[in-house]
Each structure stands twice: as C-alpha cells, then as structure tokens.
C-alpha cells in the first residue's frame, strides 16, 4: 500500500517537494469530484447542489489556481486556460513553476468518456525558453471509471489509483513502453491532402494494427503507457501546420513520461523534450510512443 508520498520519499524528493506534489494531488481529488457532481450543461447553468456552474475546464482551472496560491513554494503557475503566466509568488523560496491543462479532452465529459489533467513541474522564473527536459517532474490524472495519477520524478514512471478513501495507493510499479501494434491516430483530417500520413496510416491497417483512439490526448497515452505499446500521432497540415497540441501544456509533459517509460517523442525533426518553449500557447506536431513506432513517422511524415 505505497502513497505518493512515501514513493516519493524514497525517491529522495524533499519536504518543498513533497509539498508541491500534495497540492497537485489535492487538486486532482477536486476536479475528481467536480467532474463526477457537475452537470455537463453550460457555463451559467447550475449543478446537483444548486452551486453556480462554470465550463468545467474552466472550474477545474480554478481548483488549481486556488490550491497553488496556498502553496508558498510555487512561484509561478501557467494553464491552458489562462492568456499569461501568473506570478503567485516572489518569496525567496518560490521556486517551483507548474504549469498545466486542467482539463484534457473536455469535449469527451459531456459523452462520459475519460478525461485528464497534465501538470508539469519545473523550477523556473518564467516559461518562456524552457525546454521539456528541464521538468523535474510530471503528473497527469485520469479520470475515467477510476481516477488514477501516473508520475514521473525521472526516475521511471508510476501509476496510483485513488482508493474509497480518497487516498492514491500504487497500482502499477512498473510502466515500461517496448514495441507492439496499437495505433492511435489523431488529426486523420491532415490524411485528406498529406499523401505522406494517409500512406502511413494504411501501412498501420494493411499489418493489423489494433485502433485504440478515444478522442482525449491524456486516456490514449495512458494507454499506450499501460498496455506498455503503440503509437499516438497528431500532425500538421495547411490550415494548421503545427497541429493542435501544446509543447508546453500537454507534449512536453507527456513526452517525459513517455520518454522515462522507455518510448519515445518527437515532432518528426527534433525530440519534443529538446523543443524550446518560445510562447506559451506554441503547437508542435507529435509523435509519442513505442521507439520503433515514432521513428517509423519520423521517417515517414519529417
Ligand atoms: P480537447 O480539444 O477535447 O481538449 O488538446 C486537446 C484535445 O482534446 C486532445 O486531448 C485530443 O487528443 C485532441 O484535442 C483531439 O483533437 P481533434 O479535435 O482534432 O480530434
């Protein structure tokens, strides 16, 4: 029965640590909650208590906001929601910098799918020029039938499952990526004009690739996590030549965990990990998963 908090203990994280990841777990557990009683109507409506609702992603945004600003080692946050970074803090000991998707895949809660939160940990004084493999760490949480965390501190990657007393207890000790054919490909749009993807993805169907494609970037990595294979793919194309996913909010921190299961990720050129965060809401082209997987879209969509 290993808690967060002695899997990270004895990865050697200290107390400020300790701390930072407490409020991120705190924050899951609401948004859990939040997700499970809120009425999937319209920001304006109101949910089963009779509480005034927001857009969920917009509520699980400020969950975090409020859970961060009691911490006083977090000195900088920054959401997918938010138009700016937000500094919460000056002290002499605010180093920690999360930044954050609140709420991945918010069109899928309306149909009851699974969805997730991303947050990555950096020790920064702003996000702009940082690169993904400056995180010390990632946690994403996963809501689905059960609410679930995976982590990472580098030093391998851990899922926890949220138990009937709202306490993470982990579940899998072991996450490792190796090969295998599962494929999940996002943005089939861009195969409609690029010769070059619609050929890569018959090439997955003509060897029987298994589809597994849910619509929500956080569930279909974390199966390719946890079946321990595959392929998650999101390119570019003319009306959006950079794709629609965010380095800084959901590839750079998923590309860590990937990475430090032993897959991999790439924008088809570079490592999405040696990828410089030059603005906040900057898209990058990716391709994560199975090392073997990734170099196949690298050489066949660069
Ligand atoms: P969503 O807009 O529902 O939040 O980044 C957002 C994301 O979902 C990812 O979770 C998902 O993989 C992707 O968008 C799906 O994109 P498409 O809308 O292009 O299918």
Do not use: H
């Amino acid at each position: 029965m290993m808690t967060i908090k002695d899997y990270l203990k004895s990865c050697g994280v200290d107390e400020r640590g300790l701390t930072v990841a407490e409020t991120l777990v705190t924050a899951v557990k609401r948004i859990s909650n939040v997700i499970k009683t809120a009425s999937t109507g319209k920001a304006g409506s109101y949910n089963i208590y009779g509480e005034e609702q927001l857009a969920l992603d917009i509520l699980a945004d400020k969950v975090i906001q409020e859970e961060c600003k009691k911490n006083e080692y977090i000195g900088l946050i920054a959401s997918e929601e938010l138009p700016d970074e937000m500094k919460l803090s000056e002290g002499e000991y605010a180093d920690y910098a999360i930044c954050y998707d609140p709420l991945d895949g918010s069109s899928l809660v309306d149909v009851n799918l699974a969805v997730g939160t991303i947050f990555g940990v950096y020790e920064a004084k702003t996000f702009v020029g940082v690169k993904g493999n400056q995180q010390t760490g990632v946690l994403i949480a996963v809501y689905g039938p059960k609410t679930t965390i995976i982590l990472t501190v580098k030093q391998g990657v851990k899922e926890f499952v949220m138990n009937i007393d709202g306490e993470f207890v982990m579940s899998n000790d072991d996450i490792k990526i190796e090969e295998g054919k599962m494929f999940a490909p996002g943005n089939l749009r861009a195969a409609s004009e690029r010769k070059d993807y619609m050929e890569l993805v018959n090439y997955w169907c003509k060897e029987k690739y298994t589809l597994r494609y849910s619509g929500g970037m956080v569930p279909d990595i974390n199966q390719i996590l946890l079946k321990g294979k595959g392929i998650f793919s999101y390119p570019g194309y003319s009306e959006a030549p950079n794709g629609k996913l965010r380095l800084l909010f959901e590839c750079a921190p998923m590309a860590l965990l990937v990475t430090q299961a032993g897959g991999a990720a790439s924008d088809g050129k570079i490592d999405i990990l040696e990828k410089v965060v030059e603005k906040l809401d900057q898209r990058t082209p990716i391709y994560i998963g199975s090392k073997v997987e990734v170099e196949r879209c690298c050489k066949a969509l660069a």
